[in-house]
């Protein structure tokens, strides 16, 4: 809790600067984002203790995202995701535990000195976890994949999601005055309010598995490039 107070703290203080800037910016980037999520699978690992899999920690995974979007007037208005993926085993069964969101952002942009930028995001959008499940079989044959496909089986919990996040966003002008090479840099959390049901990759209801986390914290970096006038 603390955590998201002190988050909502530096985002209305950053929205009140950027309210008070004079210079207006339009253009846009997006790039390539490497992001991280703290996961929480407490509940998850109940199901997975009781098949004999490994219990999966809490702390920072890893994904690979982007991100883009467009400025007038100072408003960005774009996209972004971020994700997560970890493995667990039982002997004879792998899962691959995936977190992934994806968000439509609307944001505010403001430079404080040249090349720094700033920016606090709102994002609207949906969390999704899902499992991949998969015997460990080894190496095998491309033609016996084509006879025999299923040996993957993924269950998917999908849910609407809001998420608040701050950023910063170092450029660099190249190749011209208008055009630039970036790092954005930035975290926030994920809130995700309620659930819908497990099911699998047809549509079929899953009955009786965990409940997921209520949120999530994130952090990501980005290579990004674009132009305009900041």
């Not at 439509?104 to 930028?117: A, H, K, Q």
């Not at 080894?138 to 996040?165: E, K, M």
């Not at 209801?205 to 674009?226: E, H």
Request: glycine share 14%; proline share 4%; aromatic share 14%.
């Amino acid at each position: 809790m603390k955590t998201k107070i002190s988050l909502l703290t530096l985002m209305l203080f950053a929205l009140f600067l950027s309210l008070n800037g004079k210079n207006t910016t339009a253009g846009g980037f997006g790039g390539f984002t490497f992001s991280s999520v703290y996961n929480d699978y407490t509940n998850l690992n109940t199901n997975l203790q009781s098949a004999g899999y490994s219990t999966i920690t809490k702390g920072f995974y890893f994904g690979r995202d982007g991100s883009g979007y467009g400025i007038i007037n100072n408003i960005l208005i774009g996209g972004s995701s971020v994700s997560s993926q970890v493995s667990t085993e039982n002997g004879t069964n792998s899962a691959i535990v995936k977190c992934e969101g994806g968000y439509f952002d609307i944001g505010y942009l403001f430079s404080p000195v040249n090349y720094v930028s700033l920016f606090p995001l709102i994002g609207f959008g949906s969390m999704t976890y899902s499992l991949d499940l998969r015997p460990s079989i080894g190496d095998t044959y491309f033609d016996s994949l084509l006879v025999n496909p299923g040996r993957i089986s993924t269950i998917v919990n999908r849910s609407f999601s809001v998420a608040f996040s701050g950023n910063v966003m170092f450029r660099l002008p190249f190749p011209s005055q208008y055009s630039f090479l970036g790092l954005v840099v930035g975290g926030g959390y994920a809130l995700t309010p309620s659930f819908g049901s497990w099911k699998t990759s047809d549509g079929s209801v899953v009955n009786q598995g965990p409940a997921m986390p209520m949120g999530v914290p994130f952090a990501r970096a980005s290579v990004v490039f674009g132009g305009g006038t900041f």
